[in-house]
Structures are given as C-alpha cells and as structure tokens.
C-alpha cells in the first residue's frame, strides 16, 4: 500500500507542489527563527565569553533596581575599593570602570544610532589594565587627557571619523565636543554587537557618565594559580564593612551578562515566532485544503481500491504517508530556506559575525513541525478518503455541493453566540482575556458556519461581478458557490490574515485616536522639550529652569527619573513641578498634589496593589542617595503619602512622584527626560517658539532634543506607532502571500476538474477572453468572501479589546476606515493575481481534448 | 415469484456431481429511500450461482440487475433477504470483513476506471494481492499475464495502453487472487465491438480453462451469447433465465419486455 501511496504521490506531484511550498515557508520561517535565536545565543554567549575572559573577580554594589525594560541597574561603589581590591591577596591587578549613555553626533549634526529601536551607545573608561579591556587599539592611541576619547571600529567606519578629528558626544551633561584619539577594535569584532562605543580616561568618564570618585565595578585579575572562587574569598575578606558590595567570580558575571542579553533578546524570538506561527497556521488551512480537493478527484480511485479489497484503513494510511512525505520533503526544503532567513535576519540584526548555529534540537522541531503540521491537516481528508464507498467506483464521481450540515451550523452557532457573548462580556466587564478568548471562539465559529455563508455571501457579493461581467461574471458566482466547502476553507487561510490585521490596525488606529483626543482636550501645556534619548539620560536641569525664566512662558515642568527602593522594594521615582498634573491633566482622587517637602503622589493602580492609602508613611531611597552618604546603615529616608493620582489621559508619568526639591537633594546628577511647557496667556506657540529653541540651541543640545508643539508632539507619537504599520504590512504581506497560494491552488484544481466543462463552454462558443474572465472573477469572490469574514472577525476583537480597555486609555474606538479598505482590496486583488495562471491555463485548453477527457 | 435457478432443480442430472453454487441470493429485497418516495431495486430475488459458470445478467435500464450484482458483490447491504458467497452470509460480516472477503474471493471488472492510473499494468494485476501483504503465486500469475497477451505491456501505466488492453489488465487484476467468483458490470460498455469480443472471449476461457467463476452483468446481446446461461431482470425480479443463450434469442427474450 506504500507503493500505491507512492505513486499517488508522484503521479500528483505537481497538484502537490503547492502543499509544498505551504509546508516549506512555515518551516523556513520557524527554522529561521530558531536558527537565529541559537546563532544570537552563541554569538553573544561566545562574545562575552571573551570580554570577560581575564577577568576573575568582580566588585560591585549590591543595591540593585530591576528595570522593567533593559537589565537591573545598580548603585555605584567608592572608587578608593580600586586599592583595597588590589591589596587582596592573589590579586594581580584591578581596575574600575565606568558606563552609561554616550551617543556620537555626525558630521551632518545627526546622532548616530538609535538606542530605542536598535543596539544601544554606550560609553566608559579605557581600561588601563590590558587583560580587563576587551578593546584593542585599531588605529592611533588611547585617550590620554580628559579631552580625548576612542570610538569603537563600526561608529569609525559609520561616521568618517579618526584619530585628530574633533566629534561631539552627548552625554548625561549635554552634547560637548572632544578629540578622537584613537579608534578601537571590540575583540575580533568592529563594535560589540552593533552597539557604538566612546571611551573617555576614568575621570572624564566619572563625570560624565558617573559621579567623581565613584566607579559602577572594579575587576580583577588573579595571580597564577589562584582560583577564581580562591580570589573572590579574599577580595570579601578586605573590603570594609557596610561598603555595601558584593564579589562575584568571572565566571558568574559571564553567565549574568549571558543570561541577560538572552532574556533581552526573547521578545524578539517571541515577536518573529509569532509570524512564524501565522505562517503555519495559514498554511495548514492551505494543506487541509490541497488534501481535500486531491482526496476528492480521486474518489474513484479511493473506491476502485476498496472495491478490490483495500481496508479503510489502508487508504487512510496511504493518504496519511503521502501528507508523511510532502511534510518531510516540503519541510527540509524550508529549513534549507530558514537558514536564508536566519543569515539575512542576522545581518539585520548587526549580530557578531560567525557562522550559523544549527543546532540539533531547533532542526529536529522545525522539521517535526512541518511534518506534524501536515499530518494533523491531512487527517480529515484521511478519513474522509476511507468512508469512500466502493460503489463510488461505478458511478460518476458527484461534486460535493454540501455546504448545510445541521450538526456544523448547529456547532457554529452555538460558538458564535458563546463567542459574541464572551466579547461582550470582556468588553464591558474590562477583561481584555475573555474578549480574546471570545474571539477566538467566533473564529472558529467562522470556520464552522462558513461553508453556510459560502453561497449566500458569495452570491451576494458576487452580484456586481455577475451585473457588470455577463456570462462570464454570472459563471464565476455560480462557480464560487458551488462547492461551498473548498470556497469556505480556501477563504480560510485569508480570513486568519485579514482578521489579524485589522485587527490591529483597529487596535492602532484607536490608540492614536484615543491618544490625540486626550491631547487636544487635556493637554494644558504648548510645547514638549524631549531629552531624545529614550529614557537613558536627559538634559541637564539647567535647560528647563532656562526656559521656565523666559518672559513668555508660565511654567516649565521637568520630568526625572531615577531608580529607588520604597519600602525596600526596587521600583522608578519621578520628581517634577506640582505644576505637571494640571498640564497634564493627571488629576488627584485623593489629597493633594503639592509635592511639598517629603511628600509622595502614589498612582491609583499602584496604591491598590500595594494598599496605600493618603497619610501613609513610607520609607523612599533612592539607587546611591546622596542623604545618605556616608552614613553606612542609617535608615531609609521615610517620606509622606500626600494624594493618589489617576494614570491620567498620557498614560501618567510613573507611580511615585515627589517634588524637584527632594528629588535633587537624593540624586546628585538628575536630568530631565522631558520638559512640559504651559505659556502666558495670549503668547502664541509661534511667538514663543524661537525663544525657546534658542534655549536649547545655547544648551548645545540642539543636535539631539526635540522642541514640540503639541501638534508635533502628537505626530511624533503618532510616527512611533507608524513602526506598528510596518509590522502589520509584514503581516500582511506574509498572510497574503500564503493565502495566495491557498487561492492558486484550489483554482487550479476546480479548473482541472471542470477540464470537460470548460471545454463544453470553450465548443459552444464561449471565448478565451470570457474563460479567463470567469476564471478570475471566480478567485476574487472567493477572496473577498474570506476577506469580509476575516474583517468581521477583527472588527469584533479590535471592538472588544478598546472597549475593554477603556479605562487604561482607548476612550475611542476608530475604524481605520480607508486602511481597512486597502486591506480588502489587497484582498481582492491576491485572489486576481492568484488566479492569472489558472485562468491562463484554462483559456488555453484544447476544446475536443477537454471534451474528450475522462 | 419462483426461483429460478441451474442447479437446485432435482430434475438435473448433474446435480449429484455439482459443486455448491459459488453464490447464492435469498428472498433478496433492496429498497432506496422510504415512505412513498420508496423504490424497489429488487424485490425478493432468490438465485444460486453455480461455480465454475458464466452467468450473464439481462435486464433493460433500472430492472435492478446492477443492484443484485452489487449487493452479491458485498458493495452494497440489502435491505432483507440474504446473500451468501460460497457459504458465508454476507449479511454477517463488518465493514472490513466483507473488506477482507472482496480482497481475497471476490474479483471485479467494471465498466470504466478499472485501474489505478498511478500504478503500471503489473503492479494494477497484483493489486489486491498487495493489499494483502500476499506473496504472488508466480506460477498462476504467469498463466493469467500470458493469457492476457499483454506480457510486453506490464511497465506501462494505464494511460499507455488501449481501452480493450485496460479491460483486459482488469480481467487479469481480477484473476490474480483466484478468486471464488469473479463480477463483471458492463465489462464492454466503453469498448468498440472488437475490443469488447476480445474481453468477452477471454473471460470465457477464464472459466472454460482456468474453471472460474463470472457473473457478468450486461445489456448487450452479443455479450450475453458469450456466458452459459442468461437471467433476465425486470422490475427487481427474475423474470426468465436462458441456458446457452445466443444474440438472437436474448434479444428476442429482451423485446418482450417492451410489450
């Protein structure tokens, strides 16, 4: 039975070849991303593995704040612990260092790199210790004076820039200029990763990026013949009580630093495994479909095999060895494509260099996938192929017109009303996870009803093509109709596409919609000043009292942040003017918002989590607080729960905030991410404009911080989100493109099918031109029908997700109508394009061979 | 109705040396859909089929002459009555015990699609052997294939050969299992006249030589004058039978039903 499975295979290998290439693109995809994930992972596994591969021991301090987003941050240690550590015993040398926020601006004036989409810039001090610096001098020589600095290979190469060139730097102090001294080279690699590199000497670096007389680490390396474990014993032993550090081994920190740019990299294993589970899951619509259609013609040969004894399940198990094959080829096939996608995506990337890493695990779960994929599509045709009767032999094989089966309506309607149900539910009860759930019920409620809307939908969406095509517009509804189950799986594989993407075009469009009305009726203020820096470091306090001294401007109200512990738990502290919940609209439930002098303003979410309530006392210290120092084991500074804020319209500015005061008394180099400002009364952004831009042009900061109106403001949110656009066009594209093949390959097959008809048409005096036509016309209705379910489907969730979410900032729910219409029409227009060999094909057919077929 | 049958009469002499009938119908009553919409393919048929017999089946379009074969055939159930092959009651047996019973003691020739267009001529002849994980008689396999003619055709696929070489592919598949009794519904239907005698003369000498049984369902008079004996079908009963029945004669009989 093999051989007849075998042959099968062979004798069909070209109405398979779709099913193949479904089956190698989910594979490729999955194998990709895996490979990818495993060539990362080794790649920075091997790259840390040598920046840390002289360093034995490692100091630091033991204050640490996890940071939601990128690695823990932690205080800083005295630099004098540098001579205590090299008084250890079994040490060789130690050093400290120093890092932080360091961002090169070109030639053009542009900042070079873009730490929130890409690699970060970092900065630090050259190490004088040459087994603790993982760079070598590539070209010209370390920085030797507080002017000078070395940049790593890439940000060289990027920019132009070499030894003697004068280049301006922005820093937690602003942007200053400095000369290169040298050019580096990060082991064998131009840059670490893709990231850009400035190096100062260890004090410029101090007040650059540190505090003076402060370092973050201090390494070092051990004598021969002492341990790593040996050497951090003894580094413990010297260093004083209530130093507040810790000592960890070289190879402790190599798997620290390992784990952590894992962890960071995961998202974006999750963010590709996502398309590469779209991909599979559209596709294995496609596979079910091929093994339906091609189950189908060949009932007869099904029956003629049982009818010469051939047991049910021998024609099950032959159906199921060819999905078997197809699954396995089709899925080598797309790993060999994976590792394409895996070196292109490397290079996306900027990961090191080096070869990909296939490792045994990723190929074995990529090629499972595929052939499980196939299998687990292939089993309902499977059956379906063993309840052949072998009378079905004798007779002319009937096209399946069942599209009303009681039991499937019944089961659909019984998921649609669960579904819709379950949406509502979400929606007004704000749980975002039962409206997720509720969708994904009325999806498969799609899938069940489909075969029923198949003809009714598609007739009716089929009447303009029927009006304005004559025959061959009225032949190509009749044919989208007539096999309701092929049209309602083949739309299948769009519907998930479709369905996704307006999906969240819905859930993008609300956002942004939701985001500019709370702008315009809320936003007290008339410019932005942004830090353009992410977050990292801001702008030095000095811009934002500058600019609240101006004549025209009513208030300036910075925002800053630092890391801090309250009640012992690590945590993000804002401080800013009281000033900013009026402009911002962040408005008080409870107490007051004055920020005076010990005073803290909880948020509303956060005060319930931790059951905080106005005139609680709380202990608030900040990462290496200045009121603090020097008073080894005093106890946390306690601060005043003053008022509980709303999250406010901007989504808030954090769950602690304390006044300026209080803030810059703790934090000796605070600076400012944003500056809100609020105008006099009857100055116009126009007229205020120009003063304040001069502001931050004096500040030397014109280079990298953005003064925005609150039109500009918005637009900039709004081009954030477009980076949204970009992934859902992605989506799109890739859900398309299998859709597509989906939509080929049924038409392919319908038009084999009906070889005898069209010829009977093509006799009786229908044109080639008109063939076609219907050919064509008949893929767009299915296309569309597959598009105006997965349309309903994501107009339901987009609905039900923004509605339940309500109160977390989507007060609007907008229908991106013209994207939404674009979406259709891409639709349609695949199911054309699909179409055009088919219909090709079809018009080309030899009349009296077509009659004559069997 | 009173059965008519070659065997059972006591009045023939040779039934003290027969062997029992290779298949036998009961009180055969099968009935499509229900109510008044209900028709009545046959209508309580009893007949034996005597082994080593070509037994042609006569009867104008609908008399129920394909549903008896059918149902004899265990490809379809009845609706009361019995049918045995050789002595096993077909009404007994599961899905896949009468699966098993078509695979190794029944053979079959249609009238079209009677090979499986992906296998060549040989492999399509073993087929059911296959199926059945059985190892060929080389011996019985070679006398088939030669009797056939088509010994220079076996790596061809179907597509390659005539429609007459096709048919006879599908005697041979048919006789590859030694099968109890062999069923042949319009063998010649899709052929010309000198293909079909071709496939008629052969099945012929399958029983005459290789002492088969056929039961040949058929509404050509020529095809007819080939088999031992005619029953003629009319309205889902036996209405007449024929022995040594010749081209003139059945198509007297078969006039008559259209008076």
Same mark, same amino acid.
């Given at each position: 039975?093999?051989?007849?499975?075998?042959?099968?295979?062979?004798?069909?290998?070209?109405?398979?070849?779709?099913?193949?290439?479904?089956?190698?693109?989910?594979?490729?995809?999955?194998?990709?991303?895996?490979?990818?994930?495993?060539? $990362?992972?080794?790649?920075?596994?091997?790259?840390? @593995?040598?920046?840390?591969?002289?360093?034995?021991?490692?100091?630091?301090?033991?204050?640490?704040?996890?940071?939601?987003?990128?690695?823990?941050?932690?205080?800083?240690?005295?630099?004098?612990?540098?001579?205590?550590?090299?008084?250890?015993?079994?040490?060789?040398?130690?050093?400290?260092?120093?890092?932080?926020?360091?961002?090169?601006?070109?030639?053009?004036?542009?900042?070079?790199?873009?730490?929130?989409?890409?690699?970060?810039?970092?900065?630090?001090?050259?190490?004088?210790?040459?087994?603790?610096?993982? *760079?070598?001098?590539?070209?010209?020589?370390?920085?030797?004076?507080?002017?000078?600095?070395?940049?790593?290979?890439?940000?060289?190469?990027?920019?132009? *820039?070499?030894?003697?060139?004068?280049?301006?730097?922005?820093?937690?102090?602003?942007?200053?200029?400095?000369?290169?001294?040298?050019?580096?080279?990060?082991?064998?690699?131009?840059?670490?990763?893709? &990231?850009?590199?400035?190096?100062?000497?260890?004090?410029?670096?101090?007040?650059?990026?540190?505090?003076?007389?402060?370092?973050?680490?201090?390494?070092?390396?051990?004598?021969?013949?002492?341990?790593?474990?040996?050497?951090?014993?003894?580094?413990?032993?010297?260093?004083?009580?209530?130093?507040?550090?810790?000592?960890?081994?070289?190879?402790?920190?190599?798997?620290?630093?390992?784990?952590?740019?894992?962890?960071?990299?995961?998202?974006?294993?999750?963010?590709?495994?996502? *398309?590469?589970?779209?991909?599979?899951?559209?596709?294995?619509?496609?596979?079910?479909?091929?093994?339906?259609?091609?189950?189908?013609?060949?009932?007869?040969?099904?029956?003629?095999?049982?009818?010469?004894?051939?047991?049910?399940?021998?024609?099950?198990? /032959?159906?199921?060895?060819?999905?078997?094959?197809?699954?396995?080829?089709?899925?080598?096939?797309?790993?060999?494509?994976?590792?394409?996608?895996?070196?292109?995506?490397?290079?996306?990337?900027?990961?090191?260099?080096?070869?990909?890493?296939?490792?045994?695990?990723?190929?074995?779960?990529?090629?499972?996938?595929?052939?499980?994929?196939?299998?687990?599509?292939?089993?309902?045709?499977?059956?379906?192929?063993?309840?052949?009767?072998?009378?079905?032999?004798?007779?002319?094989?009937?096209?399946?017109?069942?599209?009303?089966?009681?039991?499937?309506?019944?089961?659909?309607?019984?998921?649609?009303?669960?579904?819709?149900?379950?949406?509502?539910?979400?929606?007004?009860? &704000?749980?975002?996870?039962?409206?997720?759930?509720?969708?994904?019920?009325?999806?498969?409620?799609?899938?069940?009803?489909?075969?029923?809307?198949?003809?009714?939908?598609?007739?009716?969406?089929?009447?303009?093509?029927?009006?304005?095509?004559?025959?061959?517009?009225?032949?190509?509804?009749?044919? @989208?109709?007539?096999?309701?189950?092929?049209?309602?799986?083949?739309?299948?594989?769009?519907?998930?596409?479709?369905?996704?993407?307006?999906?969240?075009?819905?859930?993008?469009?609300?956002?942004?919609?939701?985001?500019?009305?709370?702008?315009?009726?809320?936003?007290?203020?008339?410019?932005?000043?942004?830090?353009?820096?992410?977050?990292?470091?801001?702008?030095?306090?000095?811009?934002?009292?500058?600019?609240?001294?101006?004549?025209?401007?009513?208030?300036?109200?910075?925002?800053?942040?630092?890391?801090? =512990?309250?009640?012992?738990?690590?945590?993000?502290?804002?401080?800013?003017?009281?000033?900013?919940?009026?402009?911002?609209? %962040?408005?008080?439930?409870?107490?007051?918002?004055?920020?005076?002098?010990?005073?803290?303003?909880?948020?509303?979410?956060?005060?319930?989590?931790?059951?905080?309530?106005?005139?609680?006392?709380?202990?608030?210290?900040? %990462?290496?607080?200045?009121?603090?120092?020097?008073?080894?084991?005093?106890?946390?500074?306690?601060?005043?729960?003053?008022?509980?804020?709303?999250?406010?319209?901007?989504?808030?500015?954090?769950?602690?905030?304390?006044?300026?005061?209080? =803030?810059?008394?703790?934090?000796?180099?605070?600076?400012?991410?944003?500056? *809100?400002?609020?105008?006099?009364?009857?100055?116009?952004?126009?007229?205020?404009?120009?003063?304040?831009?001069?502001?931050?042009?004096?500040?030397?900061?014109?280079?990298?911080?953005?003064?925005?109106?609150?039109?500009?403001?918005?637009?900039?949110?709004?081009?954030?989100?477009?980076?949204?656009?970009?992934?859902?066009?992605?989506?799109?594209?890739?859900?398309?493109?299998?859709?597509?093949?989906?939509?080929?390959?049924?038409?392919?097959?319908?038009?084999?099918?009906?070889?005898?008809?069209?010829?009977?048409?093509?006799?009786?005096?229908?044109?080639?031109?008109?063939?076609?036509?219907?050919?064509?016309?008949?893929?767009?209705?299915?296309?569309?029908?597959?598009?105006?379910?997965?349309?309903?489907?994501?107009?339901?969730?987009?609905?039900?997700?923004?509605?339940?979410?309500?109160?977390?900032?989507?007060?609007? =729910?907008?229908?991106?109508?013209?994207?939404?219409?674009?979406?259709?029409?891409?639709?349609?227009?695949?199911?054309?394009?699909?179409?055009?060999?088919?219909?090709?094909?079809?018009?080309?057919?030899?009349?009296?061979?077509?009659?004559?077929?069997? | 109705?009173?059965?008519?049958?070659?065997?059972?009469?006591?009045?023939?002499?040779?039934?003290?040396?027969?062997?029992?009938?290779?298949?036998?119908?009961?009180?055969?009553?099968?009935?499509?859909?229900?109510?008044?919409?209900?028709?009545?393919?046959?209508?309580?048929?009893?007949?034996?089929?005597?082994?080593?017999?070509?037994?042609?089946?006569?009867?104008?379009?609908?008399?129920?002459?394909?549903?008896?074969?059918?149902?004899?055939?265990?490809?379809?159930?009845?609706?009361?009555?019995?049918?045995?092959?050789?002595?096993?009651?077909?009404?007994?047996?599961?899905?896949?015990?009468?699966?098993?019973?078509?695979?190794?003691?029944?053979?079959?020739?249609?009238?079209?699609?009677?090979?499986?267009?992906?296998?060549?001529?040989?492999?399509?002849?073993?087929?059911?052997?296959?199926?059945?994980?059985?190892?060929?008689?080389?011996?019985?396999?070679?006398?088939?294939?030669?009797?056939?003619?088509?010994?220079?055709?076996?790596?061809?696929?179907?597509?390659?050969?005539?429609?007459?070489?096709?048919?006879?592919? /599908?005697? @041979?598949?048919?006789?590859?299992?030694?099968?109890?009794?062999?069923?042949?519904?319009?063998?010649?239907?899709?052929?010309?006249?000198?293909?079909?005698?071709?496939?008629?003369?052969?099945?012929?000498?399958?029983?005459?030589? $290789?002492?088969?049984?056929?039961?040949?369902?058929?509404?050509?008079?020529?095809?007819?004058?080939?088999?031992?004996?005619?029953?003629?079908?009319?309205?889902?009963?036996?209405?007449?039978?024929?022995?040594?029945?010749? /081209?003139?004669?059945?198509?007297?009989?078969?006039?008559? =039903?259209?008076?």
């Amino acid at each position: 039975m093999l051989k007849v499975a075998l042959r099968g295979l062979w004798g069909h290998k070209l109405r398979l070849i779709i099913t193949f290439i479904a089956v190698a693109l989910g594979v490729a995809f999955i194998g990709g991303v895996l490979v990818l994930t495993d060539t $990362m992972n080794r790649a920075f596994d091997d790259l840390f @593995a040598n920046v840390y591969k002289d360093t034995d021991a490692v100091v630091r301090s033991d204050q640490k704040v996890d940071s939601d987003f990128g690695p823990e941050i932690r205080g800083n240690i005295d630099e004098s612990l540098v001579k205590t550590v090299q008084g250890a015993r079994g040490v060789s040398e130690a050093e400290g260092n120093v890092g932080g926020f360091a961002r090169v601006i070109d030639r053009n004036g542009d900042p070079v790199g873009n730490p929130g989409m890409g690699a970060p810039t970092l900065g630090g001090n050259w190490n004088e210790v040459d087994a603790l610096n993982p *760079f070598n001098i590539s070209a010209g020589r370390p920085p030797s004076s507080e002017g000078q600095v070395v940049i790593d290979k890439k940000t060289a190469d990027d920019t132009g *820039f070499g030894p003697g060139d004068k280049i301006r730097v922005q820093t937690r102090d602003g942007v200053n200029t400095f000369e290169v001294s040298g050019v580096a080279r990060f082991g064998t690699q131009d840059s670490p990763g893709g &990231a850009s590199y400035v190096l100062w000497t260890l004090p410029s670096a101090q007040r650059l990026m540190g505090e003076p007389g402060k370092v973050s680490t201090v390494a070092a390396t051990a004598e021969s013949g002492v341990s790593q474990e040996q050497l951090a014993r003894n580094i413990r032993e010297v260093l004083p009580k209530g130093s507040n550090t810790q000592v960890i081994t070289g190879k402790e920190i190599i798997n620290e630093t390992q784990d952590t740019i894992k962890s960071g990299l995961r998202f974006l294993t999750v963010f590709f495994l996502i *398309f590469a589970i779209i991909a599979v899951v559209v596709g294995s619509f496609v596979i079910y479909n091929s093994f339906t259609i091609i189950v189908a013609q060949r009932t007869r040969e099904m029956a003629l095999l049982r009818a010469v004894g051939a047991r049910r399940k021998q024609v099950r198990r /032959a159906v199921l060895a060819e999905a078997v094959i197809v699954g396995l080829v089709g899925s080598a096939v797309g790993f060999l494509a994976g590792l394409g996608i895996a070196t292109f995506l490397a290079t996306l990337l900027s990961v090191p260099e080096g070869a990909l890493a296939i490792v045994p695990s990723s190929l074995i779960t990529a090629i499972a996938t595929g052939v499980i994929v196939t299998v687990f599509s292939a089993l309902l045709p499977a059956w379906r192929a063993s309840r052949v009767p072998p009378l079905a032999a004798m007779r002319e094989v009937a096209v399946d017109t069942t599209g009303r089966s009681r039991v499937r309506l019944t089961i659909g309607l019984v998921l649609m009303v669960l579904g819709v149900a379950l949406v509502l539910v979400g929606a007004f009860g &704000a749980s975002p996870a039962q409206v997720g759930i509720g969708v994904a019920l009325a999806f498969l409620a799609i899938l069940f009803l489909a075969p029923t809307l198949a003809r009714p939908v598609g007739n009716a969406l089929g009447a303009p093509v029927a009006r304005l095509r004559g025959v061959a517009g009225q032949l190509a509804r009749d044919n @989208a109709a007539r096999n309701p189950r092929r049209t309602a799986s083949t739309a299948a594989a769009l519907t998930i596409g479709v369905g996704l993407v307006s999906f969240i075009l819905i859930i993008n469009s609300s956002i942004r919609a939701s985001f500019d009305k709370t702008l315009e009726e809320n936003f007290g203020g008339d410019f932005v000043v942004d830090s353009g820096t992410f977050g990292a470091v801001g702008m030095p306090p000095s811009v934002a009292r500058k600019i609240g001294a101006l004549p025209d401007v009513k208030l300036a109200a910075p925002i800053r942040f630092q890391p801090a =512990f309250v009640n012992g738990k690590g945590t993000t502290v804002t401080g800013s003017d009281p000033g900013i919940f009026d402009m911002l609209d %962040i408005k008080l439930i409870h107490g007051s918002g004055d920020l005076g002098q010990g005073d803290v303003v909880v948020s509303k979410t956060e005060a319930a989590a931790k059951h905080l309530k106005v005139g609680d006392t709380i202990t608030l210290a900040f %990462i290496d607080d200045a009121r603090l120092r020097g008073r080894p084991g005093a106890a946390a500074p306690k601060a005043r729960v003053a008022g509980i804020s709303e999250a406010g319209p901007t989504g808030g500015i954090g769950n602690y905030t304390v006044g300026l005061a209080d =803030f810059d008394a703790a934090v000796p180099n605070p600076t400012d991410v944003q500056v *809100f400002v609020q105008l006099k009364p009857g100055v116009t952004v126009a007229e205020a404009e120009p003063t304040i831009k001069r502001t931050i042009d004096e500040a030397g900061l014109a280079a990298t911080a953005k003064v925005q109106s609150v039109d500009e403001y918005k637009d900039q949110i709004g081009s954030q989100l477009n980076v949204f656009l970009v992934i859902i066009g992605a989506l799109l594209v890739l859900a398309l493109i299998i859709a597509m093949l989906g939509i080929v390959n049924t038409i392919v097959l319908s038009v084999l099918e009906r070889t005898r008809e069209l010829g009977l048409l093509r006799a009786v005096g229908m044109r080639r031109r008109q063939v076609r036509a219907a050919v064509r016309w008949e893929s767009a209705i299915i296309s569309l029908f597959g598009t105006v379910l997965g349309l309903a489907v994501g107009i339901l969730g987009g609905w039900g997700i923004v509605r339940a979410l309500r109160d977390e900032g989507f007060q609007v =729910f907008q229908l991106p109508i013209v994207f939404l219409l674009l979406v259709s029409a891409a639709g349609v227009l695949a199911g054309l394009f699909a179409a055009l060999l088919p219909a090709w094909a079809a018009g080309r057919m030899n009349v009296l061979d077509a009659i004559n077929t069997e | 109705m009173e059965a008519i049958s070659d065997s059972s009469s006591p009045s023939d002499a040779s039934v003290a040396f027969a062997p029992p009938p290779a298949a036998r119908a009961v009180d055969a009553v099968k009935t499509y859909g229900s109510g008044h919409t209900a028709v009545v393919a046959l209508g309580g048929v009893t007949v034996d089929i005597p082994t080593g017999h070509y037994t042609a089946i006569m009867g104008p379009s609908g008399s129920g002459k394909s549903t008896l074969m059918h149902c004899m055939a265990g490809l379809d159930s009845l609706t009361s009555g019995q049918v045995f092959v050789g002595d096993q009651d077909l009404g007994t047996l599961s899905e896949d015990q009468l699966t098993l019973l078509r695979r190794d003691r029944i053979g079959f020739v249609f009238q079209a699609f009677n090979l499986v267009p992906t296998l060549t001529a040989g492999e399509n002849i073993s087929l059911p052997l296959t199926l059945a994980g059985r190892k060929p008689d080389q011996a019985w396999l070679d006398t088939v294939i030669d009797t056939t003619g088509l010994r220079d055709r076996l790596s061809h696929r179907p597509s390659e050969l005539s429609g007459g070489q096709q048919q006879r592919v /599908a005697v @041979a598949r048919a006789l590859a299992s030694r099968p109890a009794i062999i069923f042949a519904d319009e063998p010649t239907g899709n052929l010309d006249s000198r293909s079909g005698a071709e496939i008629l003369d052969f099945m012929g000498r399958a029983v005459r030589d $290789m002492g088969q049984t056929i039961v040949m369902v058929t509404h050509d008079p020529v095809a007819a004058s080939y088999a031992d004996s005619a029953l003629f079908l009319a309205d889902g009963l036996i209405v007449d039978r024929m022995a040594d029945p010749t /081209a003139e004669r059945v198509l007297d009989r078969l006039k008559r =039903f259209g008076e």
